[in-house]
């Protein structure tokens, strides 16, 4: 059975850090891009982010592009998302999922990230 | 990159037919057959249910089909069931950014 678990969401300040993580199991990690996507309270879906299966590359939606980072650890089988300079509208709950040609499948449950003093 | 415009909501009672709209521009939906859907229950991961505009994965009942003109998708869910209450989003391959996605659409099976 494939499954994506994401964790590490939290209250943060504006401004503040948080690093999420995507733990993988059930497929060959190593073998796929992944992608984070995001939804903010009441909103619809937006997409993030989505990284090279080796980690050499990886792009990113105007409104994160030198606020976050994505990185992968294909020994642990893990994604990471490193979001700096957090700001309010960067509240959301947080999806990873496997790329898969054009589409994401499987995704994760999510993990909700709250911007707010 | 915005967003690509679903209707909010939409509903049906059982055993009948809905359809959901998806519209794009030329830059996404226009350009490209990589049009997907997602069918999302509250507190639950969101599930691929068509890919590269029509093909539905394995496991996937064959009362959900889509289509594509233009600029604009369509996904049409068939004998309603009442698990079929979701919110369904389109999302379509856009170059860059990567992937545009919709706003949702609550369907609600009365």
């Known amino acids: 059975e494939v499954r994506l678990v994401e964790s590490g969401g939290d209250l943060v300040q504006p401004g503040g850090s948080l690093r999420l993580s995507c733990a993988v199991s059930?497929?060959?990690?190593?073998?796929?891009?992944m992608h984070w996507v995001r939804q903010a309270p009441g909103k619809g879906l937006e997409w993030v982010s989505r990284i090279k299966y080796d980690g050499s590359f990886a792009e990113y939606a105007d409104s994160v592009k030198g606020r976050f980072t994505t990185s992968r650890d294909n020994a642990k089988n893990t994604l990471y998302l490193q979001m700096d300079s957090l700001r309010v509208e960067d509240t959301a709950v947080y999806f990873c999922?496997?790329?898969?040609?054009?589409?994401?499948?499987?995704w994760g449950q999510g993990t909700l990230v709250t911007v707010s003093s | 990159q915005s967003a690509l415009t679903q209707p909010p909501s939409a509903s049906g009672s059982p055993g009948q037919s809905v359809t959901i709209s998806c519209t794009g521009t030329?830059?996404?939906?226009?350009?490209?057959?990589?049009v997907s859907w997602y069918q999302h229950h509250p507190d639950k991961a969101p599930k691929l249910i068509i890919y590269e505009v029509t093909k539905r994965p394995s496991g996937v009942p064959d009362r959900f089909f889509a289509s594509k003109s233009g600029n604009t998708a369509s996904l049409t869910v068939s004998g309603l069931q009442p698990e079929d209450e979701a919110h369904y989003y389109c999302s379509s391959y856009a170059g860059r950014p990567n992937l545009v996605f919709g706003g949702g659409t609550k369907l609600t099976v009365l």
């Open positions: 999922g496997r790329s898969v040609g054009a589409a994401v499948d499987p």
């Open positions: 059930g497929l060959t990690f190593s073998s796929y891009w």
């Open positions: 030329s830059s996404d939906i226009g350009n490209y057959n990589y």
